[in-house]
């Protein structure tokens, strides 16, 4: 649980890259297309702009539905809105990803990050910080390879299938996501997160941006996704808002889920009971 007396000001961060025709994709799939319709003044004196636009689903700062890799789980449409927003978990990897560009987020790093902050909350929004988001748009980078064209060649990091399934079995997860092109890293060849997630119903959010920005804790992040019937993921317009103090001012780490409770009742109650015994004195009068 964390109790957070939240004052100041509301800060939003904007989580998705330009879509554009920079915008890199998978092998085999089509290149983002934008064709201006109009832009232009019309003959009744006013301004028009009207464009028309063509992606593929999994492109860009994208979520993946769970449909995408489990048949018979939640395809875009169906994903409940509950599921698309969260208190924000950012697990910081790049010092790790330096070294080793293949590193998979492993159950270790979830540990030293509720040793940190506290538990993980329930709902949360899981995403994996290696400092990949600075590559994009470049598709030789965000690939890393010298050839974009063959997968195998692949070598950017992701999630271990081992801390997804931690976290399935343990904690209550809304949505785990990358700064990547994919939640599993780019030597998979299987790809058992996005099977593990799609398997138990859990959106995968990837191309996430401007992870900096957003606290390690204390944040909630959105991933509203176009509601693409019958699709397998969409865009997505990933934001995360939070109050400087209120992501600090944070008792999870600190004080014992028993004490939260004592703090929630007596703020809630405390007003009451003051109404009740003024109300107790007027009749005694």
């Keep these: 649980m964390c109790l957070a007396f939240v004052w100041g000001e509301m800060k939003t961060v904007d989580m998705s890259h330009d879509l554009s025709i920079a915008t890199p994709f998978w092998v085999g799939m089509p290149r983002f297309n934008f064709t201006i319709l109009n832009r232009n003044n019309t003959s009744r004196g006013f301004w028009l702009e009207n464009n028309a636009f063509q992606i593929a689903e999994h492109g860009g700062t994208h979520l993946d539905a769970p449909a995408h890799y489990y048949k018979g789980s939640w395809r875009t449409q169906l994903i409940p809105m509950d599921s698309l927003f969260g208190p924000g978990v950012v697990i910081n990897v790049t010092d790790k990803v330096l070294t080793n560009p293949d590193y998979r987020v492993k159950t270790s790093d979830l540990s030293q990050w509720e040793a940190n902050y506290g538990r993980i909350p329930p709902n949360a929004v899981i995403i994996m910080n290696s400092g990949w988001q600075y590559k994009f748009p470049n598709k030789t980078r965000v690939f890393n390879t010298t050839d974009p064209e063959d997968p195998s060649t692949y070598h950017f990091p992701g999630w271990h299938e081992e801390a997804v399934q931690w976290l399935v079995d343990n904690r209550q997860v809304n949505i785990i996501g990358v700064d990547t092109p994919s ?27 401007n992870l900096d920005n957003v606290p390690k804790h204390g944040a909630i992040i959105y991933a509203p996704v176009v509601k693409l019937h019958d699709g397998s993921g969409g865009p997505a317009r990933v934001f995360a808002t939070y109050d400087d103090d209120a992501a600090v001012v944070c008792f999870a780490s600190r004080v014992s889920l028993g004490v939260s409770y004592v703090l929630v009742l007596f703020v809630f109650l405390f007003p009451y009971v003051l109404v009740i015994r003024f109300k107790q004195r007027e009749r005694a009068r």
């Design 183 to 209: 939640t599993d890293y780019g030597q998979a060849t299987h790809f058992p997160v996005h099977v593990l997630l799609g398997k138990y119903q859990i959106p995968g959010l990837e191309n996430v941006a």
